[in-house]
């Protein structure tokens, strides 16, 4: 579980392609701190599991449907990554709860300065139904608010510190971003969805006097 507070940016060093399945080695520095084998990293809004550590790089393997799911099958050597270690029980929650299971992948269509803030609008594509204005939403694995929705797209606002300390900054028009929606919102749209059983219908909200 982590918080979406981006710890540092970090480095991909080394890159072991398999049939389906990816073989990474990062580079960063302060999560070394404590970082151990059997630990769970976000990789830019990824979890993986530290596998092996040297020095201050760790490797881990990825799996079919991450590499599916995200744009780590896409990555190079030489590629910045935003790194997070799993929070820790007692510790401040300065984000919000992000799982590290990416939903999918949308692309930046609009980047604008707001003062000191910079707007950046993604297309979700499908999965803007589980975007909310004002609600929750990782963004290559950093804690965003959803500024605006329209259709399948959605807007954050993004403070200065946040673009200096991660990757979103280097981003432009057109790049590819791992997107992580709510988990309530997940859990929300199969209660209410007419494909999983019927699901809450206006109807059946009418029949119980809602």
Same mark, same amino acid.
């Given at each position: 579980?982590?918080?979406?507070?981006?710890?540092?940016?970090?480095?991909?060093?080394?890159?072991?392609?398999?049939?389906?399945?990816?073989?990474?080695?990062?580079?960063?520095?302060?999560?070394?701190?404590?970082?151990?084998?059997?630990?769970?990293?976000? %990789?830019?809004?990824?979890?993986?599991?530290?596998?092996?550590?040297?020095?201050?790089?760790?490797?881990?393997?990825?799996?079919?449907?991450?590499?599916?799911?995200?744009?780590?099958?896409?990555?190079?050597?030489?590629?910045?990554?935003?790194?997070?270690?799993? %929070?820790?029980?007692?510790?401040?929650?300065?984000?919000?709860?992000?799982?590290?299971?990416?939903?999918?992948?949308?692309?930046?269509?609009?980047?604008?300065?707001?003062?000191?803030?910079?707007?950046?609008?993604?297309?979700?594509?499908?999965?803007?139904?589980?975007?909310?204005?004002?609600?929750?939403?990782?963004?290559?694995?950093?804690?965003?608010?959803?500024?605006? %929705?329209?259709?399948?797209?959605?807007?954050?606002?993004?403070?200065?510190?946040?673009?200096?300390?991660?990757?979103?900054?280097?981003?432009?028009?057109?790049?590819?971003?791992?997107?992580?929606?709510?988990?309530?919102?997940?859990?929300?749209?199969?209660?209410?969805?007419?494909?999983?059983?019927?699901?809450?219908?206006?109807?059946?909200?009418?029949?119980?006097?809602?």
């Amino acid at each position: 579980m982590f918080t979406g507070i981006i710890e540092e940016i970090g480095e991909i060093r080394k890159i072991v392609r398999g049939r389906a399945s990816s073989r990474l080695t990062v580079a960063g520095d302060k999560i070394f701190d404590d970082l151990k084998i059997g630990d769970s990293v976000s %990789v830019s809004g990824v979890c993986l599991t530290a596998a092996e550590i040297s020095g201050k790089t760790f490797t881990a393997d990825v799996m079919h449907e991450t590499l599916n799911r995200s744009l780590l099958g896409g990555l190079k050597i030489g590629n910045s990554v935003n790194l997070e270690r799993a %929070v820790m029980l007692g510790g401040r929650l300065g984000g919000h709860i992000v799982t590290g299971h990416i939903d999918g992948v949308g692309r930046i269509t609009d980047i604008k300065s707001d003062d000191n803030a910079v707007l950046y609008t993604i297309d979700a594509g499908e999965l803007a139904r589980q975007i909310a204005e004002k609600g929750s939403i990782a963004i290559d694995g950093i804690s965003l608010t959803v500024a605006a %929705v329209k259709g399948d797209s959605f807007t954050v606002s993004v403070i200065p510190h946040t673009a200096e300390n991660t990757t979103l900054s280097r981003k432009k028009v057109g790049s590819a971003v791992n997107i992580e929606t709510d988990c309530i919102a997940k859990y929300v749209e199969k209660t209410l969805s007419v494909k999983n059983g019927g699901g809450i219908t206006r109807e059946f909200l009418a029949k119980y006097g809602f």
